[in-house]
């Protein structure tokens, strides 16, 4: 039976490089200059480059997925709630918060998040999964 609490430990990820950032861009095909191009991100009002939060949400689904398995994932939602900067340090956690058991599966609500070493959150999501027993 899966309990409701953290299912595994927090991931910690870090810090970013703009390096980073120019890697996922170029995977995507976004090469939206603002990310890697420290003028461009100062001239529209940015002290500098900053994350692409698709990126960091990537790691949080997989930090889910990997526990319960990629074959699972039935929903997950994210939202982007602070920027995340050149030499940030992210920690990814994850807490079950419901569970319902059918008489096929176990379908697990979590709750994640990205959270900078600063204590504000990056990013905010909800993942369900439905694993059968």
């Given at each position: 039976?899966?309990?409701?609490?953290?299912?595994?430990?927090?991931?910690?990820?870090?810090?970013?490089?703009?390096?980073?950032?120019?890697?996922?861009?170029?995977?995507?095909?976004?090469?939206?200059?603002?990310?890697?191009?420290?003028?461009?991100?100062?001239?529209?009002?940015?002290?500098?480059?900053?994350?692409?939060?698709?990126?960091?949400?990537?790691?949080?689904?997989a930090f889910?997925?990997?526990?319960?398995?990629?074959d699972?994932?039935?929903?997950f939602?994210?939202?982007?709630?602070?920027?995340?900067?050149?030499?940030?340090?992210?920690?990814?956690?994850?807490?079950?918060?419901?569970?319902?058991?059918t008489?096929?599966?176990t379908?697990?609500?979590?709750?994640?998040?990205?959270?900078?070493?600063?204590g504000?959150?990056?990013?905010?999501?909800?993942?369900?999964f439905?694993?059968?027993?």
């Open positions: 039976m899966t309990q409701l609490g953290a299912f595994r430990a927090p991931l910690v990820e870090g810090p970013l490089t703009v390096t980073d950032f120019v890697r996922y861009q170029g995977a995507s095909g976004d090469m939206n200059p603002i990310h890697h191009d420290a003028e461009f991100a100062r001239a529209a009002g940015f002290p500098t480059v900053f994350a692409v939060g698709m990126r960091q949400a990537g790691v949080l689904a889910a997925a990997d526990h319960f398995g990629p699972h994932v039935r929903r939602d994210v939202q982007f709630r602070a920027i995340a900067w050149p030499g940030d340090i992210l920690t990814y956690t994850g807490e079950i918060t419901a569970v319902e058991e008489a096929s599966h379908v697990c609500t979590v709750a994640l998040r990205a959270t900078r070493q600063t504000e959150v990056h990013l905010a999501g909800t993942a369900v439905e694993i059968p027993r």
